[in-house]
């Protein structure tokens, strides 16, 4: 009874919150960023930023305090606040704000891949130089939609206690008891408080079906913990999907800690309750940290954007943050631009998942990408959307298999064979109900943009590229009885050149900073198996693509690089990561890039293909530190004061600013070539004591590219050695052109990706 009566008193003042600060006419949620903490007690800062709050309001703490959403006090200062626009323009010219930025919606960029990129099985697995060193005391923050914490990805089976220095806690909350958490899933929290400001009102969960949320840290939408156990799951001996896909899977980092920030629901990620978990995960002692989600374009400022803001804090405070590129496919797409961010782009693997389809007049057979495990009794007729178009829709419509655009009478009995445009949003697996709900057999679709995605189709269906779809349009058009058959999917290996930069994979170049390289480099991200939410269908397992799979994956290897070089910096992880990468498929060619096999480039790829088995050892790396960033900062136009709000510290802008193709990035980047440039480079010897590395450059297309010195002698662990690289144009080029860097001994290979734009008249 007294548990119901706190319960009900919790939620009376959590609507009368909410109502009162949705009462205030033309308000939104605003974001005030006020640089790095000043003071170390958190109840000092939050107390002076209520009263900053305070000064939009007359003086009253009192409609401060109801008006505050968040007070960010552990890693840096600042706060979010339900304001008008009047009072946020107000805010932005006060004393020691930084800046001021809406609560924006961010969006998530939604097993085998491990043996592919030559890592074995089990739960001991580092690097092979160690392969029983345990990574027990390294931790992974997830930042996503929660975890499951029943899968069998997080038992804390044989596991060590949990490590001492840990300061986060278990949230308890609806269906997760703070006993929940265990020696893998160490931490758990969720933060609603952004999202329900912005809205005006309390989360409304749903009791059962898919659109199921918890107002805690379990996850029913099954991205979190789809991530959360790439990166960390423990091995799992028969992880499948329908029988798909079986075999032993397991995360990056089996044996490191887990702990879970659920910022994200159904509506999506709101940057207040994102930059709160960035502020907890700083307190709580995290040492990696895993974001597959990211901003809409145009990124405009490091400083008015949450995650950039909240991973240049948990940068400076010893915190590896990785990220997405997104996944909007074109051209100068790429996401998470910051340089202190790791960003990472999808590629493929060599294993698909493929239904044949057979027609039954020519014997002709051809591959399409599917999750399809339905089976046809017999073969059906193939036809054309475009001649199945009900009344008041054209063919043209009708061929997109648009909602009501089917005639049932036409359709019935039927394979449809549908088109999927380049530049569509519309759900592949909506198109195969609608067929369904017409009275249509199965599907088979045209995809035009060819991202071998495989599909799980509520009916026998499958993808295929513009050329088969071709093929199949051409049977239908030149057959009597066009029949075919779909055959249920099966899991196949090799066939097609792998690893290939994945079409919707957002690009390069970078449109907030050209001069630095985005992505930083790639991993496996199509049709990925992991754990999931039996919330969805009741499955414990899911095949799941896109950027958001590829981001943990790095995210593991770089807690593997933790446990093996526990003082690194996040600058030395990202450099040993990108250094390491491979640019070669399985063929030993340069990787392709979908969907029309062309040669890839570093703005699809960034530095390579992670390489997992070389990372423990780069040999040499490019360190950057606060005063780097400093200098970058400065480099992109911040000034003294803004500067020093953000720092924390007295920093100044030297006189004679640099650019920033001289940040000790690992790849150079020069996006407005005039003919001549030089710039500099610092390595780090983590290495043999005594050794030599000779260099050999790749020069990009028409530039010739010296390096002095030449050749790099180390006496000692940790002696840093700078060099210059000087680019000369020796034949008239136009565009970009790549290139690459290496420093080779023998043993290593530190290669650099070098980027070169030739726009000058």
């Not at 939104?28 to 640089?35: C, E, F, H, L």
């Not at 300061?167 to 703070?178: A, D, H, L, T, W």
């Not at 693997?349 to 039954?360: A, E, Q, W, Y």
């Not at 070539?673 to 500099?680: E, P």
Request: proline share 6%.
């Amino acid at each position: 009874m007294e548990k119901m009566r706190a319960t009900m008193l919790a939620t009376a003042f959590c609507l009368s919150f909410l109502s009162q600060i949705a009462s205030s006419s033309n308000s939104q949620v605003y974001i005030v960023y006020m640089g790095s903490k000043v003071h170390d007690d958190p109840e000092i800062t939050s107390f002076q930023n209520h009263e900053l709050l305070a000064a939009v309001h007359n003086g009253s703490m009192e409609k401060a305090k109801l008006s505050m959403v968040y007070s960010y006090r552990h890693g840096f200062r600042g706060f979010a606040a339900k304001i008008s626009d009047t009072q946020a323009t107000t805010m932005a010219k006060m004393p020691g704000v930084v800046s001021v930025f809406p609560n924006k919606l961010r969006k998530l960029h939604t097993t085998h891949s491990w043996e592919f990129l030559g890592m074995p099985y089990g739960n001991s697995l580092v690097t092979p130089n160690d392969s029983t060193r345990p990574q027990e005391d390294v931790i992974i923050g997830i930042i996503d939609t929660g975890i499951w914490p029943e899968s069998p990805s997080f038992s804390d089976h044989r596991m060590s206690p949990i490590p001492s220095r840990w300061k986060g806690v278990c949230q308890s909350g609806e269906q997760f008891p703070n006993s929940t958490c265990n020696r893998k899933l160490i931490g758990a929290r969720y933060y609603l408080n952004g999202l329900e400001a912005e809205k005006g009102e309390t989360l409304k969960t749903v009791s059962s079906g898919v659109n199921r949320e918890y107002r805690s840290a379990r996850d029913s939408a099954g991205h979190g913990s789809h991530t959360a156990s790439i990166a960390a799951g423990r091995y799992v001996r028969n992880m499948n999907y329908s029988g798909l896909g079986a075999g032993g899977a397991r995360g990056g980092a089996p044996l490191a800690r887990i702990a879970v920030y659920k910022t994200c629901w159904e509506s999506g990620c709101y940057d207040s309750d994102i930059l709160a978990a960035f502020d907890d995960t700083i307190k709580d002692g995290v040492d990696i940290l895993s974001l597959s989600l990211g901003p809409d374009l145009p990124e405009s400022d490091y400083f008015s954007d949450a995650i950039s803001v909240g991973s240049f804090h948990a940068t400076r405070n010893g915190i590896t943050v990785v990220s997405s590129v997104g996944n909007d496919g074109g051209s100068a797409s790429a996401t998470n631009l910051a340089p202190w961010l790791i960003t990472v782009a999808a590629s493929s693997t060599d294993r698909g998942f493929i239904s044949l389809i057979k027609l039954s007049r020519n014997n002709s057979t051809y591959h399409g990408e599917s999750l399809n495990i339905a089976k046809m009794n017999a073969p059906a007729e193939l036809l054309s959307a475009a001649n199945a178009h009900a009344k008041y829709f054209t063919p043209y419509q009708s061929s997109f298999c648009l909602n009501s655009s089917l005639d049932p009478s036409k359709v019935a009995g039927k394979i449809l064979v549908c088109l999927h445009p380049e530049d569509s949003f519309e759900s592949r697996i909506s198109k195969s109900q609608i067929v369904e709900a017409a009275g249509g057999l199965g599907i088979i679709l045209i995809d035009e943009i060819g991202q071998n995605l495989a599909i799980p189709f509520m009916i026998p269906g499958a993808i295929v590229d513009n050329k088969v779809g071709a093929k199949l349009l051409a049977y239908i058009n030149t057959t009597r009885f066009p029949g075919a058959y779909i055959l249920p999917a099966e899991t196949v290996f090799g066939l097609r050149p792998a690893p290939q930069v994945l079409a919707f994979s957002s690009k390069g170049p970078n449109t907030l900073t050209p001069d630095i390289l985005k992505p930083d480099l790639t991993a496996p991200g199509l049709n990925i198996l992991a754990a999931w939410s039996p919330v969805k269908k009741g499955m414990h397992f899911n095949l799941a693509s896109g950027t958001s799979m590829a981001c943990p994956h790095v995210s593991g290897i770089a807690a593997l690089i933790k446990a093996a070089h526990p003082s690194w910096t996040p600058s030395a992880i990202k450099s040993a990561l990108m250094t390491t990468a491979n640019v070669l498929d399985k063929n030993k060619k340069i990787m392709t890039a979908a969907p029309r096999g062309r040669t890839a480039n570093p703005f699809g790829f960034g530095a390579g293909l992670l390489n997992p088995m070389k990372v423990e050892n780069p040999g040499l790396v490019y360190d950057a530190g606060p005063k780097d960033y400093i200098n970058f900062l400065c480099g992109v136009g911040y000034d003294n004061s803004s500067l020093r709000r953000v720092t924390g510290d007295h920093s100044v802008c030297t006189k004679f600013r640099t650019t920033a193709s001289n940040l000790n990035y690992p790849s150079i980047s020069i996006s407005k070539f005039d003919g001549n440039s030089s710039v500099v480079r610092t390595v780090t010897n983590v290495g043999s004591t005594n050794s030599t590395y000779i260099v050999r450059v790749s020069p990009p297309r028409g530039i010739s590219v010296q390096v002095v010195p030449s050749v790099l002698k180390f006496n000692f662990y940790g002696q840093k050695i700078s060099f210059t690289v000087q680019f000369k144009r020796v034949i008239q080029t136009r565009g970009y052109v790549f290139g690459s860097l290496s420093w080779v001994n023998g043993r290593q290979r530190v290669r650099i990706p070098l980027v070169v734009g030739c726009f000058a008249s």
